[in-house]
């Protein structure tokens, strides 16, 4: 059944169980190097074979018309009659689209790159979907308006989806987070007159933005300078600031520094009023930050446009984890109604090669990455900071809640079919600034912390 129906010497009439001419029994040899690799790749051929079978409705006068005028010329004439691309992504959906017309909000922030370049790449339109991108000022915003059913889907931090299932900060509404959006990406910036001061010990009284409660940046801000002996509530502020506001609030000495998302810590090189302390990676290397969330209502009532929007955006996903695809990327994602930034201090942050701020050119490729998968241990690490600084304060059972809101199943399946190989979910190593993280214990973690509010 998989065999190429634009082969002019296969057979689609009977013979073998599978509609070749061979025996059974040779079958496996005769086909195995003929059978396409991934899951997609496979039931595309099952497509074109069924349409072919309706065109020519007796084999032999099917395979003469290719022999004829050749495979690209017939594959051309056939789908001016019946686009095979229609054909394939209604059979891959399992039915029609139940909306074409979708609207995803994102913050201008480098994590939301597979979402914003899905746009003018093409990613979205390639399932079938017309999608709006629509910059959105700050996270709250984002989240009331996914809440009220303005956005379809949302660009949205890690730990929000968490947050709005469980109630903190919100009503609870189940929430789901099928992918990733990007791996690391963060730094922890300072202003210039900062620059002697690189032991956070020295860091009393300094007054510190994060983009948002429920942040990667918020926990990881917090987590570093507890680590130091600093309580991050007592002798530190920390305060929200939406990202694209960050580099103004330093310019005006309205802060000493963020822990933020990329393009800002860049920018404030760029401006030359900060300079780039350290990279989130090198706290823990491998961290989630942004994502790509739905509700679970939007997720139930359109299965079919859910399964095109996860695919555009795994698709657009593994484009970018390829370091080849960045300056394309960068070039793509620039524009005004994108990200509103000069393409240089893009290219520092997607290829990794930057200014530091200091004076020194540094080079990490794994700057920032892009890896769709949401491991399930991302949010029970993610649940043991809500309580550890007194957000979270009912009990929780942890794995249950991280299984229905981190969809790591639909994604590993979403990932088979697209002809890639999701890694085993049970496989998954979490070091915090050395220390290492059980996601089976939990409790003991957060009770492990000499600072903490519960």
């Given at each position: 059944m998989f065999k190429d129906p634009f082969d002019p010497s296969t057979l689609l009439g009977k013979g073998c169980s599978c509609g070749g001419n061979?025996?059974?029994?040779?079958?496996?040899?005769?086909?195995?190097?003929?059978?396409?690799?991934?899951?997609?790749?496979?039931?595309?051929?099952?497509?074109?074979a069924a349409v072919l079978r309706a065109v020519f409705p007796v084999d032999a006068q099917r395979r003469q018309f290719l022999k004829t005028v050749g495979r690209a010329t017939a594959m051309a004439a056939i789908s001016s009659v019946l686009p095979l691309g229609l054909a394939r992504e209604?059979?891959?959906q399992g039915g029609a689209l139940e909306k074409k017309d979708l609207k995803v909000g994102f913050i201008p922030i480098t994590c939301a790159t597979p979402i914003i370049m899905a746009h003018p790449m093409g990613f979205y339109s390639k399932h079938g979907?017309?999608?709006?991108?629509?910059?959105?000022?700050?996270?709250a915003v984002i989240r009331d308006k996914s809440l009220a059913k303005e956005y379809d889907a949302a660009h949205m931090l890690s730990p929000m989806p968490l947050a709005i299932s469980l109630g903190v900060g919100s009503n609870p509404v189940p929430w789901t987070m099928p992918a990733v959006e990007n791996i690391n990406g963060q730094a922890i910036t300072l202003a210039m007159k900062h620059k002697d001061k690189r032991n956070p010990k020295d860091w009393k009284g300094f007054r510190f933005a994060v983009p948002f409660d429920y942040s990667m940046h918020n926990y990881l801000l917090r987590y570093y300078v507890a680590e130091h002996g600093l309580d991050p509530d007592k002798d530190i502020s920390i305060r929200s600031v939406p990202p694209p506001e960050m580099v103004?609030?330093?310019?005006?000495?309205?802060?000493?520094?963020?822990?933020?998302?990329?393009?800002?810590?860049?920018?404030?090189?760029?401006?030359?009023?900060?300079?780039?302390?350290l990279l989130t990676k090198e706290l823990w290397d491998g961290h989630p930050c942004c994502a790509f969330t739905v509700s679970k209502e939007f997720a139930t009532q359109n299965p079919n446009t859910y399964r095109a929007l996860l695919k555009s955006i795994i698709d657009a996903t593994a484009y970018a984890h390829k370091p080849e695809n960045r300056k394309e990327i960068a070039k793509a994602i620039a524009p005004a109604n994108y990200l509103n930034q000069p393409e240089t201090v893009l290219e520092q942050v997607l290829t990794g090669t930057y200014a530091d701020g200091l004076g020194g050119v540094k080079k990490d490729p794994n700057r920032i990455d892009f890896d769709p998968f949401p491991w399930n241990q991302f949010a029970v690490w993610i649940m043991t900071q809500m309580k550890r600084w007194g957000q979270l304060k009912a009990d929780v059972d942890y794995a249950k809640v991280a299984s229905e809101v981190y969809l790591a199943t639909d994604t590993a399946a979403m990932m088979k079919d697209m002809?890639?190989?999701?890694?085993?979910?049970?496989?998954?190593?979490?070091?915090?600034?050395?220390?290492?993280?059980?996601?089976?214990?939990?409790d003991d973690y957060i009770a492990s912390f000499a600072i903490r509010r519960s």
């Amino acid at each position: 059944m998989f065999k190429d129906p634009f082969d002019p010497s296969t057979l689609l009439g009977k013979g073998c169980s599978c509609g070749g001419n061979h025996a059974e029994a040779d079958h496996a040899r005769l086909t195995a190097a003929a059978v396409p690799v991934g899951e997609e790749s496979r039931w595309n051929r099952v497509v074109d074979a069924a349409v072919l079978r309706a065109v020519f409705p007796v084999d032999a006068q099917r395979r003469q018309f290719l022999k004829t005028v050749g495979r690209a010329t017939a594959m051309a004439a056939i789908s001016s009659v019946l686009p095979l691309g229609l054909a394939r992504e209604a059979f891959a959906q399992g039915g029609a689209l139940e909306k074409k017309d979708l609207k995803v909000g994102f913050i201008p922030i480098t994590c939301a790159t597979p979402i914003i370049m899905a746009h003018p790449m093409g990613f979205y339109s390639k399932h079938g979907l017309n999608v709006e991108v629509v910059k959105t000022a700050g996270w709250a915003v984002i989240r009331d308006k996914s809440l009220a059913k303005e956005y379809d889907a949302a660009h949205m931090l890690s730990p929000m989806p968490l947050a709005i299932s469980l109630g903190v900060g919100s009503n609870p509404v189940p929430w789901t987070m099928p992918a990733v959006e990007n791996i690391n990406g963060q730094a922890i910036t300072l202003a210039m007159k900062h620059k002697d001061k690189r032991n956070p010990k020295d860091w009393k009284g300094f007054r510190f933005a994060v983009p948002f409660d429920y942040s990667m940046h918020n926990y990881l801000l917090r987590y570093y300078v507890a680590e130091h002996g600093l309580d991050p509530d007592k002798d530190i502020s920390i305060r929200s600031v939406p990202p694209p506001e960050m580099v103004a609030n330093l310019r005006a000495d309205n802060i000493d520094g963020y822990l933020g998302p990329d393009p800002f810590n860049q920018r404030a090189v760029y401006d030359g009023i900060g300079f780039i302390h350290l990279l989130t990676k090198e706290l823990w290397d491998g961290h989630p930050c942004c994502a790509f969330t739905v509700s679970k209502e939007f997720a139930t009532q359109n299965p079919n446009t859910y399964r095109a929007l996860l695919k555009s955006i795994i698709d657009a996903t593994a484009y970018a984890h390829k370091p080849e695809n960045r300056k394309e990327i960068a070039k793509a994602i620039a524009p005004a109604n994108y990200l509103n930034q000069p393409e240089t201090v893009l290219e520092q942050v997607l290829t990794g090669t930057y200014a530091d701020g200091l004076g020194g050119v540094k080079k990490d490729p794994n700057r920032i990455d892009f890896d769709p998968f949401p491991w399930n241990q991302f949010a029970v690490w993610i649940m043991t900071q809500m309580k550890r600084w007194g957000q979270l304060k009912a009990d929780v059972d942890y794995a249950k809640v991280a299984s229905e809101v981190y969809l790591a199943t639909d994604t590993a399946a979403m990932m088979k079919d697209m002809g890639l190989t999701p890694p085993d979910p049970s496989k998954k190593t979490i070091v915090v600034m050395g220390k290492p993280f059980d996601p089976a214990k939990p409790d003991d973690y957060i009770a492990s912390f000499a600072i903490r509010r519960s």
